[in-house]
Structure formats: structure tokens, C-alpha cells
């Protein structure tokens, strides 16, 4: 269960491959401002504060015996992001002109170790 922009990913040893396991849980790539959810106190109500759980949502992988599930915060993972440190695919050998067209062409592909 995710709520926020937490980010969670597990190494499949028999692939050798990276997987996002909370794909979508963050709506607008470009702007860490806004998390989309958080559980403290949050959103203002007649009762008083309430969280906000606007994506909030339930994720599963299948693993099998010795893969890895790595789970990181979003200070991690915005620091990591190369979209949000300003790189461009091309950096990575990646054929696209923008990360738009990156996701468009190879979002179903994983990240090879």
C-alpha cells in the first residue's frame, strides 16, 4: 500500500533486472511539490484534519526466491530521478528528444542491471 510518492522496485535475480512495483503513483513527474497523499494531518475538514489519501493504492509483484525489493523515499528517488536533475535521454542512449517520448516508447520495457 502506497500513499505519497514513495517509490518501490524489486531486482529480479533470474532476469538481472530492475522493476517498478509503484508505477503511477506520482501524477506529475516535473513537480516534487505536490506528493499526491500524505497520512499526517493534511487536508482541512469539518472534524478537524484528515490525511490525504487522493492516491492512495494497493501494489503487488510476483517474486520469486531471491529477489530483492527495494523501497525508497522520495528524497531518494527525486535525487536519483535524472528527469529531475535536468538530464536529457540522450545522455543514457536513449533515442528520444524528451522523457515524454521516452515513457510513450519503451514504458514497458524494465531496467536492465
Known amino acids: 500500500v502506497s500513499v505519497g510518492d514513495c517509490k518501490s522496485f524489486y531486482y529480479s ?5 530492475f522493476y517498478e512495483i509503484t508505477k503511477g503513483n506520482r ?8 506528493c499526491g497523499g500524505r497520512l ?4 482541512g475538514d469539518d472534524k478537524g484534519c484528515a490525511p490525504d489519501l487522493r492516491n492512495l493504492k494497493t501494489y503487488y509483484a510476483l517474486l520469486d526466491e531471491g529477489d ?14 535524472p528527469q529531475l536533475r535536468g538530464m536529457k535521454p540522450s545522455e543514457f ?7 515524454v517520448e521516452a515513457e510513450e516508447k519503451y514504458s514497458e520495457q ?4
Open 110 to 113: 524494465s531496467i536492465e542491471a
Open 68 to 81: 530483492i525489493v527495494v523501497t525508497v523515499s522520495d528524497g531518494v528517488h527525486d535525487n536519483l530521478d
Open 27 to 34: 501524477t506529475n513527474l516535473t513537480d516534487a511539490s505536490d
Open 13 to 17: 535475480q533470474k532476469e538481472k533486472c
Open 93 to 99: 542512449d536513449i533515442p528520444a528528444e524528451t522523457w
Open 40 to 43: 499526517g494531518p493534511a487536508v
